[in-house]
């Protein structure tokens, strides 16, 4: 992302669900308001009105027109797939199929957001997701002292990240496998919380850090 694309996105925060959906796709893009309207064909101020404004009603026109710069849909931008899994659009003509370099997945890892944690339980096996960080080559990750992600400690885990455009019907995943902690050094805990990207979304007291050390990192890439 370049400087003049994250001034962009702090200066008039997005409001409304439609605003934080355009400025996310576009930052996400590496793209300024100004880049985005110009090939949009309107106006950066308006661009700017959509993201500042909840109440903004732009036509379908203008929607389409943004869904194509922002490579995604319009059901994308105004929330229309919110509940719908990801990848339910048609396999690319030519898709190509590539194994992921370490370089690679640490990069594609490092963008940090929310993983998918597999565990062993009493009564099986479980995947759950949780916000995760990468801190020193590791992947970090609070939870509640009894809650499910919290049974990874001690324990031989799996780890996985993976984004999906339904668009172009290209998607990568990144798998980690690697041993579990819990994190008891105070001091490392203090510093953990100030070098994780968010906190867990689903709120409450979460005081538990937990660490996986990775031992295998692989990944793969489908794009067309």
């Keep these: 992302m370049t400087e003049q694309a994250q001034s962009n996105v702090t200066e008039g925060a997005p409001s409304g669900d439609l605003g934080r959906r355009i400025a996310a796709r576009r930052v996400r893009l590496g793209l300024t308001r100004e880049e985005t309207a110009a090939r949009a064909g309107m106006a950066p101020t308006y661009v700017a009105h959509l993201e500042q404004h909840p109440d903004a009603a732009p036509s379908r026109g203008a929607l389409l027109a943004l869904a194509a710069v922002l490579r995604t849909t319009v059901s994308a931008l105004t929330g229309g797939d919110a509940d719908l899994p990801p990848g339910p659009g048609r396999a690319g003509q030519t898709p190509e199929f590539t194994e992921l370099s370490r370089t690679e997945c640490a990069k594609l890892l490092s963008a940090h957001g929310v993983g998918r944690l597999a565990v062993s339980t009493a009564l099986g096996p479980v995947i759950v997701p949780v916000n995760y960080s990468v801190v020193d080559d590791t992947i970090v990750f609070r939870t509640a002292r009894g ?3 919290s049974l990874a400690a001690g324990c031989s885990v799996a780890f996985e990240v993976d984004r999906i455009d339904d668009v172009f019907s290209e998607g990568w995943s990144v798998l980690v496998r690697g041993h579990a902690r819990t994190v008891t050094d ?3 805990e203090r ?3 100030k070098q994780a990207y968010s906190a867990p979304w689903t709120g409450g007291r979460r005081d538990q850090w937990v660490r ?3 031992y295998a990192v692989t990944g793969r890439r489908i794009a067309v």
């Design 147 to 149: 809650a499910t992600p």
């Design 191 to 193: 510093r953990l919380a």
């Design 186 to 188: 105070i001091g490392e």
């Design 212 to 214: 996986i050390e990775p």
